[in-house]
């Protein structure tokens, strides 16, 4: 079946500090690989997405690179701020007649100032 | 603005009584979806629609029910055979169904039974 692994939470950095937000997936066939992004109370945003092997999707100054060798789609940025505090969510929709999104559970980022 | 509105933001009700989320998007997506999340948990699918007055089974879909009789709207029934109903419910929709069409995500309802 299709997964989706996260390292688990939370993670706590202060401000300028670099992030990286470990994913790593099982899919039938080259998944399209998503990050989203979960403010308090609120929806999920789409952060960024990769569709194919070795694209960079960025957004935000965050990016994530679709690794097919070692089936990853860690998430970075090189300066967080207080305002990136949020879940962050990893997830895929896999090839094919398969529609189904299927997400982490979320790593909680905490940046203190 | 195009977008995807659910209401309201916060519901509450009492154990035995159905009730009915909205979900209305104006971005054109012939696909709408229902999602449940629980607390530290990632999100699962209620219900999913491809296109109007057609609607599928998610993993959790026993005491959930849904209609889709416009392309804009995805209303979702809480209905008393729902055992654990008090959740954060979110509504999406995309392009298509499938890859590598995107998902996007209204702002969610917080409903609570007691």
């Known amino acids: 079946g299709n997964s989706v692994t996260q390292m688990e939470g939370p993670v706590t950095l202060s401000e300028e500090a670099f992030l990286t937000i470990n994913c790593t997936y099982t899919?039938?066939?080259?998944?399209?690989l998503f990050w989203y992004v979960q403010y308090p109370g609120e929806g999920l945003q789409l952060l960024l997405k990769?569709?194919?092997?070795?694209d960079k999707g960025s957004n935000k100054g965050f990016e994530a690179t679709y690794r097919k060798e070692t089936t990853s789609f860690h998430l970075e940025k090189g300066s967080v701020q207080v305002s990136d505090s949020a879940v962050y969510f990893c997830a895929l929709i896999p090839r094919g007649s398969n529609y189904k999104l299927t997400f982490g559970k979320g790593t909680l980022l905490t940046v203190n100032p | 603005d195009g977008g995807i509105t659910q209401s309201p933001k916060y519901l509450f009700r009492k154990e035995g009584q159905n009730v009915t989320l909205s979900c209305e998007q104006n971005?054109?997506?012939?696909?709408m979806y229902w999602y449940r999340q629980d607390p530290g948990q990632g999100l699962r699918l209620i219900y999913y629609?491809?296109?109007?007055?057609?609607?599928q089974k998610g993993d959790i879909a026993e005491g959930y029910s849904v209609s889709r009789e416009k392309k804009e709207s995805f209303p979702l029934t809480v209905t008393s055979a729902q055992k654990n109903p008090t959740a954060f419910y979110l509504c999406?929709?995309?392009?298509?169904?499938?890859?590598?069409?995107?998902?996007?995500f209204g702002p969610g309802t917080r409903l609570t039974v007691t």
């Open positions: 899919a039938t066939g080259y998944p399209s």
């Open positions: 999406a929709s995309s392009i298509d169904l499938g890859s590598p069409y995107e998902q996007y």
């Open positions: 990769a569709t194919k092997a070795d």
């Open positions: 629609s491809q296109i109007v007055n057609d609607f």
């Open positions: 971005l054109n997506h012939d696909a």
